[in-house]
T-cell receptor, first 110, second 113 residues
């Protein structure tokens, strides 16, 4: 079983739609969580950290459910520029580096 | 501000040839440095990380090696490339006091033929 699992998609949504991605992690000792965005053939870039209480950054809302070991990302009012692959990331206790999911591809259509 | 550079951006190499990819970071001291590989359609796999000069930890046994000859320089090497070494190689750094937030370089796309 992968440490971090995501639905690969693609999610095809119209502009203005609300879309949600979920991600599950298997290491219950994981301490920190993030969402990264990766455009085609580019490097991943940090989108936002995920806090236990949930956090929002503009149109983006991230939530963490430690009991169920899942993380979510909600994008409201989708823009064409939101089209990308979204990577769910966890950092386990005592680990040196991040564990990445394989990513969920989002395609926002006009 | 901090910046991270990688080169070359693209590389096509024959099987059995050597490899050297370079990563440098500017604007910070004693960063943690990482090498990841992303195969086509797959997630990022951590290959090596380093917390200081000459200190390299390997996450996955393979025919690749890494070195850190200077504080802000990280090199990925191979003596003989395999077809399976093809992929997108990404260098990343994080502040020495934190492993959480990592910043990625632009990557090197390697094709082994």
């Amino acid at each position: 079983r992968k440490e971090v699992e995501q639905d690969p998609g693609p999610f095809n949504v119209p502009e203005g739609a609300t879309v949600a991605f979920n991600c599950t992690y298997s290491n219950s000792a994981s301490q920190s969580f993030f969402w990264y965005r990766q455009d085609c053939r580019k490097e991943p870039k940090l989108l936002m950290s995920v806090y236990s209480s949930g956090n929002e950054d503009g149109r983006f809302t991230a939530q963490l459910n430690r009991a169920s070991q899942y993380i979510s990302l909600l994008i409201r009012d989708s823009k064409l520029s939101d089209s990308a692959t979204y990577l769910c990331v966890a950092l386990g206790a005592g680990r040196r580096a991040l564990t990445f999911g394989s990513g969920t591809r989002l395609q926002v259509q006009p | 501000s901090q910046t991270i550079h990688q080169w070359p951006a693209t590389l096509v190499q024959p099987v059995g040839s050597p490899l050297s990819l370079e990563c440098t970071v500017e604007g910070t001291s004693n960063p943690n440095l990482y090498w990841y590989r992303q195969a086509a359609g797959r997630g990022l796999q951590l290959l090596f990380y380093s917390v200081g000069i000459g200190q390299i930890s390997s996450e996955v046994p393979q025919n690749l090696s890494a070195s850190r000859p200077q504080d802000r320089q990280f090199i990925l090497s191979s003596k003989k490339l395999l077809l399976s070494d093809s992929g997108f190689y990404l260098c990343a750094w994080s502040p020495s006091e934190s492993r959480d937030t990592q910043y990625f370089g632009p990557g090197t796309r390697l094709t082994v033929l």
